[in-house]
């Protein structure tokens, strides 16, 4: 056979394991895995690592933020700053503005995402009501229609549901096959210390993260892994921030429950002391849960190491910091409650682990594989066409040069925002290529591909098949 393209000479890495490899595209698919293969274009590797293209599973692009508040990034540039980290399928989050039918919203994010995406595309949804229609009409239909994620907030006014109606989506996900996802934080709790903090003039964007410390996430880390219990439905609890949190995901599974657990490079590389830079610099760093402590990164690791997390996403929710429809909103400087929540990092997420991670010895390349795509894509619905560099996926590739060092520098990203977090952070190891169905999206840094990313409708997740 004669290939289309042919990549030669790299370090082959699968969550499996890790070979030496030609390998041959041909229609966008992976259709052989040798030696002395033909190919009527080539591409020499050598000494580079191809990886399975990255897939975040946690983003937030063109989301309704509030009043006045805009979101950084909008599908062309969400997923332009995807692919030049490395990632080849992103998964954002599909939220109803006030008064729309979860169905209406679906069709809303689509028509936005149509036409403009550098990867591929699939929606997770945000369930906020659950009246009759969304359970028993809307939330059922789009699961047959391929949207087999939902996630459910403890936290965030307007968002935030009762532990009634988390056990009622928890039951539609039941019957119909679907993975519910928590953001686990106890609204009740953060109100009484915000209003507690602002009696006591402490508003500055510090005290966001000292009103929602961790026994705030661990709590509701417990109540939604009890709530799945009793519905008896597996859980993935995300963005998990600190030790305690993940012990309770720990005993959880010891008792034999479906518990699937997430983290994000804030939490194994920023702190709760960025939030107390000087001036209003610290509302660069303000997200949900907060960074932490320099402990609880080892707490993190400790997690990762041992296969307590099984996803590692970024949790990109990116704003503009000088910008009256951003960080510096309305009454911002005045309160850390007006901050808008949430930080860019869809481009730097696999880089970070890379480095932190596979340069320092603390994981394989294997199980860099697995946390960054091949779980994601187990988890919802995609494998085996996505998350794997394997005979019939789709190839999706990012090759890796593991001695490239340089700083993140805000100069360098894709995305929307005007700043990083990680502005300067050392990173060795960086994607220098990124291939989505063989098709070249970045080269270098740069993006060298016209938007040709598609939706992707999924499957049930693996666990529930």
């Given at each position: 056979m004669t290939h289309d393209l042919l990549i030669k000479g790299a370090r082959v890495v699968s969550a499996s394991g890790t070979t030496h490899c030609e390998i041959g595209i041909k229609g966008g698919v992976i259709?052989?895995?040798?030696h002395d293969l033909a190919g009527t274009e080539v591409i020499d590797a050598t000494g580079l690592i191809a990886l399975p293209g990255g897939i975040d599973n946690h983003v937030h692009i063109s989301q309704p933020s509030g009043p006045g508040i805009v979101m950084a990034d909008d599908f062309t540039s969400g997923t332009r700053a995807a692919a030049c980290g490395g990632n080849t399928t992103v998964l954002p989050f599909c939220l109803p503005e006030d008064g729309q039918t979860l169905r209406e919203a679906v069709a809303a994010y689509r028509a936005k995402a149509e036409g403009n995406c550098l990867t591929d595309v699939a929606f997770h949804l945000i369930v906020k009501e659950t009246d009759p229609v969304t359970l028993g009409q809307d939330l059922p239909a789009l699961i047959e229609a391929g949207y087999t994620s939902f996630k459910v907030f403890m936290t965030y006014q307007g968002l935030a549901l009762s532990d009634r109606q988390i056990l009622e989506v928890?039951?539609?996900?039941?019957?119909?096959?679907?993975m519910v996802m928590v953001h686990a934080e106890n609204e009740d709790a953060i109100e009484f210390l915000r209003d507690r903090a602002e009696r006591s003039g402490d508003t500055g964007p510090y005290h966001h993260a000292t009103t929602r410390p961790v026994p705030v996430e661990r709590e509701a880390t417990h109540r939604a892994i009890s709530l799945a219990e009793i519905a008896g439905v597996p859980l993935t609890i995300v963005h998990v921030s600190n030790g305690e949190a993940t012990e309770e995901i720990m005993r959880a599974r010891q008792r034999g429950l479906t518990v699937f657990a997430e983290t994000c490079p804030q939490y194994i590389t920023l702190t709760a002391d960025d939030l107390d830079r000087d001036g209003f610099e610290g509302a660069k760093y303000v997200c949900s849960p907060p960074p932490r402590t320099r402990d609880e990164w080892d707490n993190i690791w400790r997690g990762i190491e041992t296969g307590v997390f099984d996803l590692f996403s970024s949790d990109h929710c990116p704003f503009r910091f000088v910008d009256t429809a951003g960080k510096d909103a309305p009454g911002a400087r005045q309160s850390f409650r007006n901050i808008p929540n949430g930080i860019p990092g869809v481009e730097t997420r696999l880089p970070i682990l890379f480095s932190e991670g596979v340069v320092k010895g603390r994981l394989s390349l294997d199980r860099f594989a697995a946390l960054t795509a091949t779980n994601h894509a187990r988890l919802y619905g995609l494998y085996p066409r996505k998350g794997a560099i394997m005979v019939g996926a789709d190839a999706d590739i990012a090759l890796w040069d593991p001695t490239l060092t340089k700083p993140i520098r805000q100069v360098d990203?894709?995305?929307?925002?005007?700043?990083?977090?990680?502005e300067g952070f050392e990173v060795t190891g960086w994607p220098v290529r990124t291939l989505l169905r063989g098709v070249t999206t970045m080269k270098d840094?740069?993006?060298?591909?016209?938007?040709?990313?598609q939706h992707l409708s999924r499957e049930a997740p693996d666990v529930l098949r």
């Open positions: 259709a052989t895995l040798g928890m039951s539609v996900a039941k019957t119909h096959g679907a990203l894709h995305h929307g925002s005007d700043y990083t977090p990680w840094g740069a993006p060298v591909a016209t938007p040709f990313g």
